[in-house]
């Protein structure tokens, strides 16, 4: 899948063993990378999955913020969200 953020395009994949070889649940390419990608661990769902999908988002639109900044919002989107009712659709 593709996600257009400020303007560019990011190819969104699902990895398996993403935590388990690399520990960590997603990561996402620089602005100036050429091909870039979004990927996310593919054993996440539910809220943790939205909470790294909005994570990776929020680092993509905003490349400059912090770590720190970026868990903090990805947690509290992905929280509030949820409980509004937002789930992910099985395709």
Not at 4 to 17: C, H, I, Q, V
Not at 44 to 59: K, N, P, S, W, Y
Request: one cysteine or more.
């Amino acid at each position: 899948m593709r996600l257009k953020l400020n303007g560019k395009f990011w190819s969104l994949r699902f990895a398996k063993n993403l935590r388990k070889n690399r520990n960590i649940r997603g990561f996402c390419e620089s602005p100036e990378t050429k091909g870039k990608r979004i990927v996310v661990d593919d054993s996440l769902d539910g809220e943790e999955l939205l909470e790294v999908l909005l994570h990776e988002q929020l680092h993509a639109l905003f490349w400059h913020l912090d770590e720190e900044f970026v868990l903090a919002a990805g947690a509290d989107l992905a929280r509030n969200l949820s409980r509004l009712g937002y789930r992910r659709e099985k395709t």
